[in-house]
């Protein structure tokens, strides 16, 4: 917790892999591991350092295609290696434009919520860091895990 506390105050500047020319709506599908809450509270983090959002959605029904526009938290479907990590996130871009964004939390992973804010970093396009102390830090939720 120290070391969230930390990044709140020290937060660097990012290096992006693309960024959105809209506001991407989020939406939270059955199954996803991830509760709403901890994604309202992630949104929320990435707004106080300047990110914007559209609406936020918890589905009964996600389609497996991923709609423009959508940061998208899904069914892990064992597609997420927890041995490697707790999440993913699949950024469909093109020309450095983000057009959608699909995110597996694992269930280990859902039970901490940086890793939920760590992976909406992601979907905004934000690369990993080597600041331990920062959010985006590649094993950060490991950090705050196991140390």
Request: proline share 3%; charged share 25%.
């Amino acid at each position: 917790m120290l070391l969230f506390i930390i990044n709140l105050a020290f937060a660097g500047d990012y290096e992006f892999l693309g960024r959105w020319h809209t506001l991407p709506d989020v939406t939270v599908c059955p199954n996803s591991n991830v509760d709403i809450d901890d994604v309202e509270n992630a949104v929320d983090y990435w707004k106080t350092r300047g990110h914007d959002f559209g609406d936020i959605y918890e589905k009964s029904r996600c389609d497996s295609k991923y709609p423009d526009g959508v940061i998208q938290f899904n069914d892990p479907k064992n597609e997420v290696d927890t041995s490697r990590s707790f999440g993913h996130s699949q950024v469909q871009e093109y020309n450095h434009v983000i057009t959608s964004v699909s995110i597996q939390i694992s269930e280990e992973g859902s039970r901490n919520y940086e890793v939920v804010v760590h992976e909406l970093g992601h979907a905004l396009g934000i690369y990993h860091v080597d600041d331990k102390t920062d959010i985006m830090y590649i094993y950060h939720a490991y950090v705050m895990t196991y140390f």
